[in-house]
């Protein structure tokens, strides 16, 4: 019998690594109450140019924590995924940048950050942007959304 099970019997069911986390229990690598999730997240505007530094794109990102229980403020890494294909291989990611909660039980951020968009990324082109949360140490539940980066800014 699978996991020293006695026969006819199934493995529990565990509850959501959300749920676990915010009765203070450890999930995966992180401690307690340390477990987020990014819910929604938006990007604007669309088809940012390529290295433009006049354009200063306005980030959101809403999440699920554990509320008063959050051992520090949220932060959520934001990477760019494109190259990947249709033989499976998963593409390049890029790190562009970090955006912060004002305090620990906020579970909304909104911020206008430089132009993260900057070769390696490819100018017109469809990529995914991954929004990590972070809470002190520990990467909680990304989400992912599709995104057309710009033509190339030419001066």
Not at 70 to 94: H, K, M, W, Y
């Amino acid at each position: 019998p699978a996991l020293g099970l006695a026969p006819g019997c199934s493995p529990p069911v565990l509850d959501p690594p959300a749920v676990r986390s915010c009765r203070g229990e450890a999930v995966l690598e992180c401690d307690g109450y340390e477990w987020a999730i990014a819910t929604a997240a938006t990007f604007s505007p669309s088809m940012v140019p390529i290295t433009d530094p006049r354009v200063r794109p306005t980030v959101t990102v809403d999440l699920a924590t554990c509320g008063e229980g959050t051992p520090s403020a949220p932060t959520v890494q934001i990477a760019a995924i494109f190259g990947a294909n249709d033989a499976g291989e998963p593409g390049r990611v890029v790190s562009l940048g970090t955006v912060r909660a004002a305090s620990a039980s906020d579970t909304h951020i909104e911020a206008t950050i430089d132009n993260p968009f900057t070769p390696p990324i490819p100018p017109d082109t469809d990529v995914i942007l991954r929004f990590t949360p972070v809470v002190a140490g520990c990467d909680g539940e990304p989400i992912e959304i599709p995104y057309r980066t710009g033509p190339s800014f030419t001066p």
